[in-house]
């Protein structure tokens, strides 16, 4: 219970290359890979290191001697450490139980660019991300906005993917990716282009981009009467006049622009670049991602048959219920059931994967 808690506390703060072609300069330049444990937990860090940068990830569950499929989940946004030492107790960051499932997957994590695995509470901010200076609760490290960007998510992941098709305990048929929220975006983008994905899951998932959400938001509070109709034209003009901003210096990363412009995309076409089984899962309430209804007809116009969408009635973005108009954080979330779903769907697909 204490962990579950934990992450709604934490969760509440936050809300066409082929893999085969030769690597890029920074996936080149690896040159070693080295494993730890984390003190206190199954845990597995391993850190891929270049002339340019040292990736991350961990393993959930410490046995390196099963041959097993491998999970590979990525996580929203925010530099959050993917494990929070409480010092009492350390806290792994994901957001649903995984005793149960590392007995049949391998369980990996990429931690986020230029941010610790671990991190004790007092160095994070009230959102629990790692910054320079606790006192200022945006004092976000440089390298790490640097670094916020689509693209070398993708590479940072597909470098982990390439180490893991590495390792002996990996079932190197068997690689699936679980993507939530900013994590959705950047799990479409790789498995519309690297060919050793089994499967894709896509959780709170905005495949029309990220900026318009601020405007389907707008629109939502218009419906249910939280604004007037003057606010509202106020309010989206306002949206607008940012997004001009934004594109007038579109690589500006201290200021979250290239965060903003390298995300807000159509994800379509990756979409449809995609030949393995796609599960794409979100609640209803979830505004950024309740336009998910409407990519069956996509699939259908272009003839293909490896989507299933999975509406979550009730839900908002974290899988909670609403309650009066707001998550309702007092009662256990949907996590669980939801990844059961997915899990289920993964083993009745296992056929039809198309490589």
């Known amino acids: 219970m204490r962990k579950l808690l934990l992450w709604i506390v934490i969760i509440t703060s936050c809300t066409s290359q082929n ?3 030769q690597l890029t300069s920074h996936e080149a330049s690896i040159f070693s890979t080295t494993c730890t444990k984390i003190t206190d937990l199954d845990v597995l860090v391993y850190a891929i290191s270049s002339s340019e940068d040292t990736i991350q990830y961990i393993k959930i569950g410490t046995d390196t001697t099963s041959v097993k499929p491998t999970i590979l989940f990525l996580q929203g946004s925010l530099p959050i450490p993917l494990i929070i030492d409480f010092k009492d107790f350390k806290h792994i960051n994901i957001p649903f139980q995984y005793s149960e499932l590392i007995k049949e997957f391998h369980l990996i994590e990429i931690s986020m660019p230029h941010t610790p695995i671990e991190v004790e509470k007092n ?19 440089k390298k790490y906005l640097k670094n916020n960007y689509l693209d070398n998510y993708v590479s940072r992941a597909n470098i982990v993917i390439s180490d893991l098709l590495n390792q002996k305990w990996v079932d190197k048929d068997q690689i699936h990716i679980i993507g939530h929220s900013q994590g959705a975006k950047i ?11 089994s499967s894709v899951s896509l959780l709170g998932f905005n495949a029309f981009g990220r900026f318009d959400e601020n ?3 707008e629109r939502n509070n218009l419906r249910q009467k939280k604004i007037t109709g003057d606010e509202y034209l106020n309010n989206i003009e306002n949206h607008y006049k940012r997004w001009e901003q934004i594109h007038q210096n579109p690589n500006d990363y201290e200021n979250g622009n ?16 995609i030949n393995v089984p796609i599960f794409v899962g979100y609640g209803t309430e979830d505004i950024s991602a309740e336009n998910g209804d409407l990519l069956p007809i996509i699939f259908i116009e272009n003839k293909k048959q490896n989507l299933t969408v999975k509406p979550y009635v009730g839900l908002e973005h974290n899988f909670f219920e609403i309650k ?27 056929s039809n994967t198309l490589k």
Do not use: H
Not at 258 to 273: A, C, G, M, P
């Open 215 to 217: 405007i389907r938001r």
């Open 324 to 350: 009066n108009g707001n998550p309702d954080y007092q009662n256990e979330g949907n996590w669980n059931k939801v990844i059961n779903d997915v899990l289920v769907w993964m083993k009745n697909n296992k």
């Open 19 to 21: 893999q085969n072609q």
């Open 258 to 273: 290239l965060n903003w412009t390298s995300f807000s995309i159509d994800y379509v076409s990756f979409l449809l670049n």
């Open 187 to 197: 799990a479409a983008v790789i498995a519309s282009q690297n060919k050793n994905i």
């Open 123 to 141: 160095k994070l901010n009230n959102q629990y991300c790692f910054v320079m200076d606790t006192a200022n609760q945006n004092s976000f490290k």
